[in-house]
């Protein structure tokens, strides 16, 4: 089982569509969670971290769940500018180590007009 | 500007022939990180640097070096390359200092090494 895992998608919405992707990682310990979007084989930008409470940004909305062990991303009236890979972080914490970061391989979207 | 530089941001060579990838940052970040990016697999990390002269491996080490002598710069060194290794890289920094994996990272534009 992969630590981090994400469905690949392609998810394809209408614009203005809400849509929700999910994460999970298999590490309970795990202690730091984020979403970043990658456009088009660019580098990978912050979208935002993930917090225990729950946090928005505009339209963006993160969750985690430490009993089922998945994080989520909520995504309302999509863009076309939405359009991209958005990728799942994990920060394992193994062995109180706190240098790596674990990726999911990415869930597509595609916001159509 | 702040920013992560990698050089060269394309590049073609055949096997065995050794390379570096050259990474900087003008952010006096102290964290800083080597990634691969292929299909299907995600970004796996290759090494990481907490500060200067401390470097660990990440989930793919095999096959690569690196070295950290200034905070500013962290190459990533392919000893004798082999075709498994064509891949698009990515270098990436963070400040901070305990829990550095828990930062923003900033990543470099991307190189994409193809090895024949």
């Known amino acids: 089982r992969k630590e981090v895992e994400q469905d690949p998608g392609p998810f394809n919405v209408p614009e203005g569509a809400t849509v929700a992707f999910n994460c999970t990682y298999s590490?309970?310990?795990?202690?730091?969670f984020f979403w970043y979007r990658q456009d088009c084989r660019k580098e990978p930008k912050l979208l935002m971290s993930v917090y225990s409470s729950g946090n928005e940004d505009g339209r963006f909305t993160a969750q985690l769940n430490r009993a089922s062990q998945y994080i989520s991303l909520l995504i309302r009236d999509s863009k076309l500018s939405d359009s991209a890979t958005y990728l799942c972080v994990v920060n394992p914490r193994r062995n109180s180590n706190t240098g790596k970061l674990i990726f999911g391989q990415g869930t597509t979207l595609q916001v159509k007009p | 500007e702040a920013q992560v530089t990698q050089n060269p941001r394309y590049l073609i060579t055949v096997t065995g022939k050794k390379l570096t990838v050259t990474c900087s940052q003008n952010?006096?970040?102290?964290?800083m990180s080597w990634y691969r990016q292929d299909p299907g697999l995600g970004l796996r990390q290759i090494y990481y640097s907490m500060n200067v002269e401390v470097t660990d491996k990440g989930d793919v080490p095999e096959g690569y070096k690196v070295s950290r002598k200034e905070k500013r710069n962290f190459p990533l060194i392919l000893e004798s390359p082999s075709p498994n290794q064509t891949s698009l890289y990515f270098c990436a920094s963070s400040n901070g200092t305990s829990g550095m994996g828990s930062n923003t990272q900033y990543f470099g534009p991307g190189t994409r090494l193809t090895v024949l």
């Open positions: 590490n309970s310990a795990s202690q730091s």
């Open positions: 952010m006096n970040h102290e964290y």
